[in-house]
């Protein structure tokens, strides 16, 4: 649930749209991987592609190369069953955490739904506009000249870049080296 719930918080997307990804949605062949959100699984019903950050990038090729991967899902259940349905156990562990070093003890436990409000305030601090903002998550701009704009894939790689790097700010070395093994080439960028 740990990388469920770290591709949440970096992406910004919704816990059902996350939850049914499936390997077929990755694509690797590219010069810049991506994630494709099926029509049939976002809200929005349309085609959603991502373009994959190191932190998001490395946590899939790790999830990809081990041994007891599901064969369909990116974020299966503990049963092997099918895809990851509930992440509420684990968030309230973490808001409600205690051993000998550390307590935390937050009056509310957080909920999926309060990392993508976290991923829209982290770009809101990293100088996005709002409709830059609602493009990431996939919301209606409600402005007609926003469609008019398209982005290369690149471009849009390098703001959630931006994001994840102000989410998880000294943390993210950390994440890339000891929780997917990244190389220090990765890391110097």
């Not at 092997?80 to 409600?96: A, D, E, F, N």
Request: one cysteine or more; charged letters at 30%; proline letters at 4%.
């Amino acid at each position: 649930q740990r990388d469920f719930l770290l591709f949440l918080l970096l992406t910004g997307k919704r816990r059902n749209e996350s939850a049914n990804l499936t390997w077929k949605d990755l694509d690797w062949d590219k010069n810049l991987p991506t994630i494709t959100l099926q029509p049939d699984i976002t809200k929005a019903g349309r085609a959603d592609v991502i373009p994959m950050t190191d932190v998001i990038g490395l946590m899939l090729m790790f999830r990809r190369d081990r041994p007891e991967k599901h064969r369909k899902w990116v974020f299966e259940n503990k049963y092997g069953s099918g895809p990851i349905v509930s992440c509420i156990p684990s968030l309230q562990k973490i808001c409600h955490y205690r051993d000998e070093f550390l307590e935390i003890d937050l009056p509310e436990t957080i909920n999926h739904h309060d990392l993508r409000r976290t991923y829209a305030t982290m770009a809101e601090e990293t100088g996005f506009s709002k409709p830059e903002i609602a493009t990431l998550l996939s919301h209606s701009t409600g402005d007609v000249t926003e469609g008019y704009i398209t982005r290369s894939l690149e471009q849009h790689k390098n703001k959630r870049q931006a994001i994840e790097v102000e989410i998880l700010q000294e943390d993210r070395w950390f994440i890339l080296a000891n929780w997917y093994e990244g190389d220090a080439g990765l890391m110097e960028n």
